[in-house]
């Protein structure tokens, strides 16, 4: 089965990340595909950014659209999810989505941990997937990207000392955005409460969803669109906007 | 003062349409102008041309930054509202929006009548309002642009008439959608309550905005982006997100 | 254009200086009329004394019937703001409704700060008006009217430090309570979101419905009444409940 | 125990109506009073009037604190029950408040069944009493209180056709509005889910509340008010506002 | 009147205790009866030995269905209490839904308080029966039951600074779980709000529910079932599922 | 892996009905080990049956504890899932629940479709869940289990009928109940949603949950019990209450 891992941003470095740790996730038989859009922001952070890579991503997805069996959208903000799933012949499946439903399976309540202040962004995600009632807390670490890099000592036990603070809320921790992709190897050891990558949890999930079989729903918001006329798009984002 | 009144698709007789309808809503002293995106889809009616329309919409606010002293959205699914009020330096109105919080000042409860049946996206789109609790029902109306146009008699007799219905459970109508802006005026003389028309409302709005005088919020998901990289967009839009 | 702006409590000084406020923030040809009931509580502060009111206000409002264009709630806890609603022939704007609707139109979250422990009602108020999903936190200072006045410069301190701590959560601040009336302007400044006084937004909203011209329900809960009998009530009121 | 059965109306006849349900329903040793306003509506069945009957309400139960053990209020919109229960010596209940939460014991879900299309209040009573979700539906049938007097049979009948409807729904359904008030006994024998009279239940739960003996908060927004100036009010209800 | 309270573990010392309890709560002419599972966890504190001690409890009331004219369940998780209200030929009320209902009569907001970190499956009890809304706080102290009588003087001060807290945000508090039965007449003196004992507010309701004598629903969820076929049930139970 | 398929009802055939579709969904390498348990109710279709049930199912589940990796209680109450995902020492999965779950990879809404008039049971399911507001209708087919098979082709019609009209509201249909287990093969080809059978996704989630290889909360109310008492257990539940 071939899963496309599809960035949002234009950053080779985050696809490559994300595809390796997609292919440490994946079933036997699973052959992970990265994709970078050509355009949109560098790194989303930001409402603005958000919406601008919806265009670059779709445009993405739908260079592969017939060529692989689903499709993970690498991107903590699972940007532009519905449109993707609607638009799309194959199973989508956004990685904070994927942890937040595998969450639900360990327990009760679960808690979204991310770096930087756009925790509002996050909580209007997971209320938009009407899971809010699950939700303990979204909390958004005072810490940049790079200086989990720069010392990763520091950055280690701050992340170890929120989770412990979630966990007297909640029953599994999800870990949201680029920067902490695969820390769950290493802090899960010390944290009394599951930890959830969303990119593993988004390539099982979408394997699951081929192996189910299920056909797109033919009728409602999210049928494929037919006969859509446009102006200026890429040749196979217009196509299947047209339809068969 | 000056109101950009931004199309989200590439159909310039609708953006001639709004403008109209916006400048008769405007108060003295206000000047109307329009806007149409270079690219994107001809009409919004799905959840794919609606993200698609995202980038096109900004990169149209972009080219007017500055030039204007309010904006509103003449799009009725409100694209990408969130990531215009966080990029531009002004306020900005969506028209759906706009009609919905109008229906507040008049009543407990009101309805959303359209045509079509994404009723669903009018509903989560509310939702992400806040406004489920004061929104009765949605209504699609199984009829397309092109009927009311064909048979305008039979498409208004169908619409007071779904108008009746909402009337039981809504102290007010927002009518959504470029096929009934405007039609406010002909149907409500046979309406039993309000009806609300998402273009008077937005530029009413953004002209009492406009009045309060207030700043930008400078921290928080709302604040102007600032030092953000990107790939392949406009410079004016680049700009926006690189900030002073 | 004129517009009524009555007071729901027996103190004249708060009456005059809303009606201040209110010129301040009216547009150009807009005259502003100050009203002031003849009994009931002096100041209200508990939800006894804003029961007792209603009767009053409608009492006041019932005088002005017919004679302004617009009525403007100039009491925080909007006062019988349904009940006026229903009996007046006019639109009828609540001055914290007002100003949690605008501050929906800034981001996606807002904060109410007021003076003292009445926390409840605001939260309850918001929550009536179905904004709770926008609504950060109802903040109480500790402090009481008196001292506002008798030590300005701690209490903007108070003020600002509350406002602080209020940003982190809420793109927007709104400033409940006759003690805070018209305090946005010296406090916006050094705020970091956007501050909301009730008086001009309400003013503005009111303009703005006035401009619309819509008619009244004249069907379910909000349509006048008609044909109501009644005992002891002035005959303004009475005979606004016994309609046409 | 003394109990007053304070309706909120000027009808004399609703009163002793109301008092001759509540003998019927009070336990051994209970004594029940009635009170009827000296000022406000005959008949409450607007939001307008429930607003302005607030004032009478208090008055009355004004002039009888310290008097009696508890209060019911003989209103079926539980008129100002929060501002009674604040400012009261003693416990108050509302009749469909008890209904509510009486029908809460009896299974998973309850309805509330009325007269007239004023069912928006009865949803946002039972809303404001944090019930929603336990509420499967609020039905107003469409027949005046004097077309169950003329024509009692075909009252009765389109009644149980509803309760019939709604026990689809419901497991339990409270009856609401004077004109219904003891109509349970009548209506019981053919119902398949059990029938609650608002006075029966207001009545047992007041004397619940005396026999538990509990305090009243001394703090935040129930605690009686003290200290509050006004102006044209009885010396009775002022005493209350003023206290100790 | 005879009421069966029903513990829903082992431990007899329990039973003594809340009957004990309940007979200081009754009013005058009921008798209270108690009982306890022959089977089950000794003491009920995870959800695992909730679910377990569901059967035994049912069992239990089994052998008294129809010679009590109501049950209360003696345990602060109200154990399979949507079960019991099914089956039982007689009222049924929990001791924590019992409080809570009651302290709806008493303010706005309720708060929980119990021992342990069992905070959650209050939360969800409070949720299930639709009064999150209503509900402020549960509070889970860190003290053993073990702690609370061994060092009695310390624990009482550590529950009066709780309440202290809670009755800043909450106008009662329920007190739940075995340990803190009881305890509401030595903190209430101390305490500025009402504190709610769930037995005593159960007998209270079911002694109501009693006087109204109403009849079960004879549809739908909360019907008694019937012609249900079992294995290894008690006779008791089995002629409760088959039915007359 | 070896996955455990445990029957809440004692009746075998049901069990071998899950058996053998869980047996057609599982991935290569996946063993189906069934499970009946040896007291309870025959079917469970009542509150009552669902509370009893839930001691003979953690019995069943207990004996097969560290033999198995994983748990899937085939019932479509999901039977005391809490109290099995906190009592065993591998993932635990509900029918219903992943059914759910994997709905909302699919669409925005889903519906659940069910046989006979338990609807309520199905809604307090979903809600407890958190996913109500995913839930767009519950639906109870007025038939027998019995006449789905007497007369299959008109059921299969009638089913049909209610998926057609689901998926006006739905973008994807649960199957609930034994009764329609694996009907989703028959009917899928004529529908216009994607149809999800309980059982298989429960397997493939359980699948996942095993690849994930997350440790279990050691904190909060879903971490193993430990020093539990108990009596009349069965050896091996009492042993998983004890802990090590």
Tied chains: 1, 2, 3, 4, 5, 6.
Aim: charged share 15%.
């Amino acid at each position: 089965m071939r899963i496309l891992v599809a960035n949002a941003n234009t950053t080779e470095a985050i696809t490559a990340a994300c595809v390796a740790s997609a292919r440490r996730a994946a079933g036997p038989g699973t052959e992970i595909i990265g994709a970078t859009p050509a355009f949109g922001p560098a790194v989303i952070s930001t409402r603005a950014e958000n919406a601008i890579a919806a265009h670059g991503l779709l445009e993405t997805l739908a260079q592969h659209a017939g060529q692989v069996e689903a499709m993970v959208l690498a991107v903590s903000y699972d940007t532009a999810l519905d449109a993707a799933r609607q638009l799309m012949p194959c199973p989508v499946v956004g990685m904070t989505e994927a942890a937040c439903l595998a969450a639900c399976l360990l327990g009760g309540k679960f808690a979204v941990l991310t770096l930087g202040t756009n925790v509002g962004s996050y909580e209007e995600l997971v209320a938009g997937y009407g899971l809010a009632g699950r939700c303990a807390a979204v909390e958004g670490l005072a810490m940049t990207p790079q200086q989990t890099l720069a010392e990763p000592e520091a950055a280690r036990e701050k992340l170890l000392a929120a989770i412990e603070g979630l966990s007297r809320r909640a029953d599994a921790v999800v870990l949201a955005g680029a920067a902490l992709a695969g820390m769950d190897r290493d802090l899960q050891p010390r944290a009394k409460v599951p930890l959830l990558d969303g990119i593993a949890c988004a390539v099982r999930l979408a394997e699951m969803l081929v192996a189910l079989g299920l056909p797109k729903p033919s009728v409602g918001g999210y049928a494929a669109p037919s006969g859509r006329a446009t102006q200026g798009l890429s040749p196979a984002l217009q196509r299947l906007l047209i339809g068969n």
